[in-house]
């Protein structure tokens, strides 16, 4: 617990992060964590388990705590992180908890920053499946409700979470992932002249890749110069 008089931590989960292939969502919270200057990393704690120790890597200046089960799968993950968050904020006195993709411990006391990226699309357009549709029927809603704050990773996000509220009046702030990463190209001595538009992603339907191309077509009838895709 956090001694009266004093301010507690930011506590970070990353415990849905913590898988040992290469993801999107791990590789976001790892740019979160370094975008920290270093001299305000000592006043946030992340949570991970045994097996996701990687997510500090390589970055330093944060304070740890781990929880010592490896979990085997993605439905022991949800359950340790149901469990694991609520005490850990309850220990260390965190005065938010940060949730860096989708599902938050929906039991934790803190108030909660939930960072919503495509969950809520995928389950729109019924492409889930199985034990994640299952799960993210039962927690997604109460996620919602259990935020005091929501980051949507672009307005396109934010528009399909307002038609899931029911009233919440959710508070939403639109962060896109490449926020700042023109101005550190820039200040690594690169520019934004020339070139063409590149679309960078893994490929899922959510992600209307065919909807870029024809978009893209219709670009070249109105402006036949404009730069190669």
């Known amino acids: 617990m956090t001694p009266a008089g004093t301010r507690g931590p930011i506590l970070v989960d990353a415990i849905p992060?913590?898988?040992?292939?290469?993801?999107?969502v791990q590789r976001y919270l790892r740019e979160v964590l370094r975008a920290v200057p270093i001299d305000r990393?000592?006043?946030?704690?992340?949570?991970s388990t045994r097996k996701g120790?990687?997510?500090?890597?390589?970055?330093?200046?944060?304070?740890r705590s781990e929880v010592p089960r490896r979990p085997s799968g993605p439905a022991e993950r949800v359950l340790i992180q149901q469990a694991a968050v609520p005490?850990?904020?309850?220990?260390?006195g965190a005065r938010v908890v940060f949730e860096p993709v989708d599902y938050a411990a929906i039991a934790?006391?803190?108030?909660?920053?939930?960072?919503?990226?495509s969950s809520h699309i995928n389950a729109l357009a019924?492409?889930?499946?199985?034990?994640?549709?299952?799960?993210?029927?039962?927690?997604?809603?109460?996620?919602?409700?259990?935020?005091?704050?929501?980051?949507?990773?672009?307005?396109?996000?934010?528009a399909?979470?307002?038609?899931?509220?029911?009233?919440?009046d959710l508070v939403i702030d639109v962060i896109h992932h490449g926020a700042g990463l023109v101005d550190h190209a820039l200040a690594q001595g690169g520019s934004t002249g020339g070139g063409g538009l590149l679309s960078v992603g893994t490929h899922y339907d959510h992600k209307?890749?065919?909807?870029?191309?024809?978009?893209?077509?219709?670009?070249?009838?109105?402006?036949?110069?404009?730069?190669?895709?």
Request: one cysteine or more; glycine letters at 8%; proline letters at 5%.
């Open 17 to 24: 992060v913590d898988v040992e292939a290469s993801v999107g």
């Open 41 to 47: 990393r000592g006043d946030i704690v992340v949570l």
């Open 53 to 63: 120790r990687p997510v500090l890597n390589g970055i330093l200046g944060y304070r």
């Open 87 to 92: 005490v850990a904020a309850a220990r260390t």
């Open 108 to 117: 934790t006391r803190a108030p909660i920053v939930t960072c919503v990226h």
């Open 126 to 158: 019924g492409s889930l499946g199985g034990l994640h549709q299952r799960y993210h029927d039962v927690l997604f809603p109460r996620t919602l409700r259990a935020s005091r704050r929501i980051v949507a990773i672009s307005h396109y996000a934010a």
């Open 160 to 168: 399909q979470l307002r038609r899931l509220d029911d009233g919440q």
């Open 208 to 229: 209307e890749g065919r909807s870029l191309i024809q978009a893209y077509a219709h670009l070249l009838d109105r402006w036949p110069d404009a730069p190669s895709l």
